[in-house]
């Protein structure tokens, strides 16, 4: 069984027009929503044996939340650049070449390149809004199988999941 874990960064800030993308900084909402969405992925005892991570610095942060939440080591998450602005075609291309020891991988990176994804691999998932989580399981052993294997279980968390 592999399961993959797509992670929406939490919301980011505009606030300072000059920053570069990268540079973006999580709003004061995105901070709460984070806090929100750790706590409950530590309830569900989520036991990541990877993150994988945008370098962008919304991302990067979602990720050091959630890592530092899940009792993951923050100096464990491996920063990878073509998470940022790719195609979805590039984030399969990510999950195929993961080692296949590892069973649990969690993926903080971007829309709509992550919602594509998502959507391609499970179509009960319509969107991804900010800071959603989308628990993908597949009946399979090896990362290669992803995208051309039946889900085995589809789970979509938000902040405002029950509000809506």
Known sequence: MKTLFLVRHAKSSWDDPSLAGHERPLAERGWRDLAKMARRLARHEVLPDLIL???ALRARTTAEAMARALGYRRGDIRLEEQLYACPADDLLAVIHGLDDGCKRVMLVGHNPELAELARRLAEEIARL??????ELRFDTDTWLDVGHWKLAKVRLDYPKKGRE
């Open 53 to 55: 991570s945008s370098p």
């Open 129 to 134: 809004p900010t800071c959603a989580v989308a």
